[in-house]
């Protein structure tokens, strides 16, 4: 497999796309006045403790206060048997060191964990646990055995807590000392910080986005690391060479005519994610319905007919589907649940191959997923850890005409508003004349279709009714004005 990723970077913003034998895999974007907080570390100040949620607001400078929940309490997870109470561990006015886990999406503020965590190449510091974790990722027991081994014999210090990266499988003991001296140094730096610092200020941020692909996402299967800026290309072969040698002769600066990602696809591709239908290869296709609380997918035959029973057409679709909705789970970055309704299938065994393949083809997700069973009903729950906004979140905003109903009003229907309003505002005003003010569309209906009807409150309320086409509204902004 050729693995290339691509790095997009403008003054405005910084966009990552992963290209796998010449597919998009997954894009990510990080715009300079929209720049993620996850993995950012405050000191900060609770607001409001709620007994009844077992949760707390804290204030850490952002336009809404974050969110932390029991759960997320460093005392609660190390004492997991225990029913510890939020009210016990904090109280309001409370300085407290915490840390984003969850950017703000929607409505909701951000997310918050007391348990500290910095990421390095190949280790994660937990500076307040004591214990040496293994990623999940490594799933052979000996293999986790070996690792947690070496990094007990290069500490020096007891009592600290690591989790050792799929990626230190292949690290020498000089990188993985050089990572535990960059996270000691940071931690320090952090302490120091908490102690001299008024609340709500911000102790730590994340790397970039673009230094950040170099530590997270280069792996060995990564051949090169193509970036269209000359003087970024200096940053990170600079980060390079201190933090993650290996990748420093990877990143190459890309200096052809064509945009970058015009080149590779990637520009069509974010269109696409942007789009409710996805075409299958086969003529079957995908509709994806994204909303706060989940992400829908709904898979369909379309125009595939299949060479043999409409059975096989069924699972044949349902096959490609799963890798499809995989790769749209990473393009869009879409989180939280996700519910697929398969195309329905009696076929025990053919239920049983489609999540085998699902689950092979989300495998490769980065990002934590769980996948359930069929249910009675046929669907198929994933799970997929949210972390930031998804894609469409990132580049786009609610339609100001529907304000993101995807639908809008009849022309009929807000004639007939108009209507009512007008015999309320004629029984509580008493005007000489009436002017409507609306859309084209609007006022052509009551020229037409709905003549009959404005006659008839004409002749009801004995006042004369004058109508004014205004350009600027919408098919549902109307305004009736008094005279």
Same mark, same amino acid.
């Not at 974007?29 to 707390?56: C, D, F, H, T, W």
């Not at 000996?142 to 070496?150: C, T, Y």
């Not at 990626?167 to 003991?173: G, I, N």
């Not at 090169?224 to 970024?232: G, K, T």
């Given at each position: ?53 077992? *949760?707390?607001? /804290?204030? &850490? ?5 974050? #969110? !932390?929940?029991?759960?997320?309490? =460093?005392?609660?997870? %190390? ?33 918050? *964990?007391?348990? /500290?965590? &910095? ?5 994660? #510091? !937990?500076?307040?646990?004591?214990? =040496?974790?293994?990623? %999940? ?52 730096? =952090? ?293």
């Amino acid at each position: 497999m050729k693995e290339q990723i691509l790095v997009n970077i403008t003054p405005q913003e910084t966009r990552v796309a992963t290209v796998e034998d010449g597919v998009v895999q997954d894009i990510h974007i990080e715009r300079s006045s929209q720049r993620g907080l996850v993995g950012n570390i405050y000191l900060g100040v609770v607001k409001r403790v709620l007994p009844g949620m077992q *949760s707390a607001f /804290i204030e &850490i400078g952002l336009e809404r206060a974050a #969110f !932390l929940h029991i759960a997320d309490v =460093i005392e609660q997870r %190390q004492h997991p048997n225990e029913e510890l109470r939020i009210e016990r561990l904090v109280h309001e006015g409370q300085p407290i060191l915490v840390q984003v886990i969850k950017d703000p999406i929607g409505t909701k503020g951000a997310r918050l *964990s007391t348990q /500290i965590s &910095i990421a390095g190449r190949f280790l994660v #510091f !937990l500076p307040q646990e004591t214990h =040496i974790g293994i990623s %999940q990722r490594i799933e052979n027991n000996e293999e986790r055995d070996r690792l947690r081994s070496r990094l007990e014999s290069l500490l020096t210090q007891d009592h600290l807590g690591y989790i050792i990266r799929t990626s230190a499988d292949h690290a020498t003991d000089q990188e993985l000392l050089a990572d535990i001296d960059y996270l000691n140094l940071i931690w320090a730096d =952090i302490r120091q910080k908490s102690q001299t610092l008024p609340p709500k200020s911000l102790l730590f941020q994340d790397l970039s986005l673009q230094l950040r692909t170099l530590r997270d996402m280069v792996n060995t299967d990564t051949q090169e690391v193509l970036v269209d800026s000359r003087e970024n290309v200096a940053k990170m072969r600079e980060f390079a060479q201190s933090f993650v040698a290996d990748v420093f002769p990877r990143v190459q600066h890309y200096s052809g005519e064509r945009p970058l990602f015009e080149l590779y696809g990637v520009e069509a591709e974010i269109e696409r994610a942007m789009a409710r239908r996805v075409n299958l290869k086969f003529g079957g296709y995908l509709i994806i319905d994204q909303t706060e609380a989940m992400t829908t997918i709904d898979v369909n035959t379309g125009g595939f007919v299949g060479h043999r029973s409409f059975d096989d057409t069924i699972f044949k679709t349902n096959l490609e589907a799963t890798h499809v909705i995989a790769r749209q789970l990473r393009l869009r970055n879409l989180g939280g649940i996700i519910i697929v309704d398969f195309i329905d299938m009696d076929n025990e065994a053919h239920k049983h191959a489609v999540l085998e393949e699902l689950q092979k083809a989300l495998s490769r997700d980065r990002t934590k997923v769980t996948v359930s069973n069929f249910t009675s009903l046929g669907l198929v729950e994933i799970t997929r850890k949210r972390t930031r906004e998804s894609l469409a979140h990132v580049l786009c905003e609610p339609c100001p005409t529907c304000q993101g109903r995807g639908q809008i009003r009849t022309a009929a229907t807000v004639c007939y508003e108009i209507l009512r309003e007008i015999l309320r505002e004629e029984r509580q005003f008493k005007a000489r004349e009436y002017r409507i003010l609306a859309s084209q569309n609007v006022i052509d209906m009551f020229l037409d279709e709905e003549s009959a009807s404005l006659a008839q409150l004409v002749d009801f309320i004995a006042k004369p009714i004058y109508l004014q086409v205004e350009t600027a509204y919408t098919q549902e902004q109307f305004d009736v004005v008094l005279m």
